[in-house]
């Protein structure tokens, strides 16, 4: 057979290999893979937030510090708490007060959460935390005002509040750090304190006729007050106008001696024309329109009216 009718097979097939196709897709298949299983396990944890990374169901660590961390993939899970200062509205109750009177009270409180690891271990979750930590405060908020009386609690200027908050709060405090729950209570507060409904027209009248007794104390205070201003100014008159009739008093009298002096002088001086003025000053002093003088004819007062000697 002749060999240039012969044609090698091998030399036409295509010059790619599939194999090596099929190589190159699974390494790049396998990259993928392993960014994206890096990528899904990387977590990032913020400043107001802990993580807590589980292994198994099992807490293994406890991440605080704010960055970027890695979970091991398919054996470990990462949760979030909150780092930051939360606020919890206790549900308002009825209680006792010392001289056996009902009171509703409703407060709210301030917490956040201390020690992840112990919070979880005895609470479990936050709602379990929440929940308990209403129970001792509503445990120790009854405990304490039940040791007040009623007028105490109501009557805002005998009341024990403002220390009562700081009381609570150490106590709810002490119970919570001694069972162990990693909670701390920042703060507790009183946002309303009712009275039931049948007692109040009661209350209310009675704070009525205290604030009527408190401002009648104000206006008698006022009215002693008054009168002793008055009684010191009447004083003070009197003895301005008797320091005032004195000083009249030795100015008149000086004034008299003064003018005796001076008519002493005159009438030393002319005697005749000093009668005729003391005569002329007692007609100015007696006789006036309607005087009626009945004298003797030939008397001298008779005479100078006549004008005879």
Partial sequence: ?????????DEKKP???????LRGGIVLLIILLILFITLTNLYIVKENEYKVVRQFGEVVRIIEEPGLNYKIPFIQSVTTLPKYQMTYNVEEAE?????KKRLIIDNYTVWHIEDPKQMISNARTIVNAETKMAEFVFSTVRSELGQLDYDQI???EKSSRGSLNDQVTDIVNE????????????DVRMKRTDLPAENEQSV??????????????YLSKGDAEKNRI?????????????????????IRSEGEKEAAKLYNTSYSKD???????????????????????????DSPYANLLKGSE
């Fill in 95 to 99: 209680i006792n007060t010392k001289d």
């Fill in 15 to 21: 010059s790619f290999s599939f194999k090596g196709y």
């Fill in 271 to 297: 005697p005749e024309f000093y009668e005729l003025f003391r005569t002329l000053q007692s007609y100015k002093q007696t006789i006036n329109e309607e005087t009626v003088l009945i004298i003797p004819f």
């Fill in 230 to 250: 008055i009684a010191n100014t009447d004083r003070e008159v009197k003895e301005l106008l008797a320091e005032a009739k004195a000083d009249a008093e030795i």
């Fill in 1 to 9: 057979m002749d060999n240039d009718n012969v044609v090698n097979m």
């Fill in 204 to 217: 209310f009248t009675r704070m009525i006729s205290e604030r009527e007794s408190t401002a009648q104390g």
């Fill in 175 to 186: 119970l919570l750090a001694k069972d162990g729950y990693g909670i701390k209570v920042t």
């Fill in 154 to 156: 109501i009557n805002d």
